[in-house]
């Protein structure tokens, strides 16, 4: 890493937004705990080390309920968001 990450969060009645920044030249797995949400519900927007593809988004259990791991990401930002219909 080179340099802090930086997070940003918001919620509103119909969305809730989570970006977070990856300095240059640096790449990071991110681990978004959702409990007990649908991970289709959420829509993911990164760049991938290199910049090619798309970044890979598991969803895992654990006693807390459901984890998504979003990653590798590359450099800027990454955009996850749940949107209530």
């Known amino acids: 890493m080179r340099g802090p990450l930086k997070v940003a969060v918001h919620r509103s009645p119909d969305a809730h937004t989570t970006r977070v920044t990856v300095p240059p030249s640096s790449r990071a ?7 007990d949400a649908d991970p289709a ?11 090619q593809g798309r970044a890979q988004v598991t969803p895992l259990t654990d006693l807390t309920g459901t984890v998504l791991r979003i990653g ?4 800027g930002t990454t955009k996850v968001e749940r949107t209530r219909s």
Not at 29 to 35: A, D
Not at 72 to 75: D, F, K, L, Q
Request: net charge negative; hydrophobic share 30%; no cysteine.
């Open 29 to 35: 797995v991110l681990e978004m705990e959702i409990g």
């Open 41 to 51: 519900e959420y829509r993911v927007t990164a760049k991938t080390p290199g910049g």
């Open 72 to 75: 590798p990401v590359g450099s």
